[in-house]
């Protein structure tokens, strides 16, 4: 009598979505690889490859449209916060113009702070938008 041989089931195949949504939850802050890795069905060295990979940019989303040119546009968190100043109100000129300040924190950590007298929104999208890309 021949022994059978096990069947296997057939390999999974993860979209790029699918791997970039499951590398994302090991992005958050006391995130389990091995246990998102047993939640999702993902064996865990793939998952580690796949940390590889979106660190690497190879997980983007598909270009983005400019902002204003779909209803469907999308939003990014934004945080409005007034500058503190070490000058006092007094030591300020009356005919001084207001300097606007964006800060853009990236996932990276690093901050990119941009000083301006007109605010432009936009600037503002464009810059929003390359960076997505």
Known sequence: ???QTPQRTPRRRWTIGEKRRIVELTLR???SVR???REQGV???SL???QALYRAGKFRAPSAPRVGTTPGATFLPVTITAERSSRSSSACPANARSVNVVQLLLPS???LRIATDALDV????ALISELRQ
């Open 1 to 3: 009598m021949a022994a």
């Open 29 to 31: 802050k006391g995130a």
């Open 35 to 37: 246990a998102i890795a």
């Open 43 to 45: 064996n865990r060295n």
């Open 48 to 50: 580690y490859q796949w």
């Open 109 to 111: 950590g690093a901050a």
């Open 122 to 125: 936009r600037l503002i999208c």
